[in-house]
């Protein structure tokens, strides 16, 4: 009865991890087939792509305590990244940009699956996408002079986009679609070290997986749908 019971545990998990894969496979056969002409809009693709793998692991991927699971699906994240950005142009880009891109996307998956732990997946999907559209609906308070440009800085550093971006040296901030829909790209700022940002991810998933006293895993949303 135990070894039924484990046998169908393990079942509903695998078909969860295979509905998931079919799901960023799906996903990164778009870009593929929309190869980017210019080396700032192979990495501006290259950028869209890992928050779409990115919000997809959150939207589809069941919560674990496991480690192993947690590094397998941000390594799964950061294969697909390379094989789809490579077969969709990503080769007019240099090696170690590519490099960097991959380090920081499995860094980033890995801290979501950590805080899916703790949090409900709706709670952080919303503080992703405040955080992801800060340069859009923060820039008519910039604008109008309510809020001071001394937060632009802090702010570019807690963007996720900002995290990707450093990574391949792009200045997202300043192409055509940003530059005209949001005001942070016409104000004197400066991106946030690749070092220093690789370093704060580090140092958060120490605390999640190293100070469970502080953060109780048994508490974590494992039924959790929504």
């Not at 509905?19 to 087939?33: D, V």
């Not at 305590?65 to 294969?79: E, G, K, P, T």
């Not at 800060?134 to 632009?152: G, K």
């Not at 005209?180 to 999640?208: E, I, K, Q, T």
């Amino acid at each position: 009865m135990m070894s039924q019971s484990t046998t169908t545990k393990l079942s509903i998990r695998v078909q969860k991890h295979l509905g998931t894969a079919l799901s960023l496979l799906l996903i990164a056969l778009f870009f593929i087939f929309s190869r980017p002409a210019s080396h700032p809009a192979a990495a501006l693709q290259l950028v869209q792509l890992a928050l779409v793998l990115l919000v997809s692991g959150l939207l589809l991927l069941p919560p674990s305590r496991h480690i192993a699971d947690q590094l397998i699906s941000s390594l799964l994240s950061c294969v697909l990244l390379l094989v789809t950005g490579y077969l969709s142009g990503a080769w007019q880009i240099a090696f170690f940009p590519l490099l960097k891109l991959a380090m920081m996307i499995f860094l980033m998956s890995l801290l979501l699956a950590s805080l899916r732990c703790v949090f409900s997946r709706s709670m952080l999907i919303a503080v992703f996408a405040l955080l992801l559209g800060s340069p859009l609906w923060l820039s008519p308070l910039l604008d109008s002079n309510l809020l001071s440009t001394q937060w632009v800085n802090p702010l570019l550093a807690l963007n996720p986009m900002t995290h990707l971006a450093i990574s391949l040296d792009l200045d997202f901030l300043r192409q055509d679609w940003f530059y005209r829909h949001s005001v942070f790209g016409s104000l004197p700022f400066r991106y946030p070290d690749f070092g220093w940002v690789s370093f704060s991810y580090l140092l958060l998933l120490a605390v999640l997986q190293l100070m469970p006293k502080l953060i109780i895993f048994d508490h974590a949303p494992q039924g959790e749908n929504h």
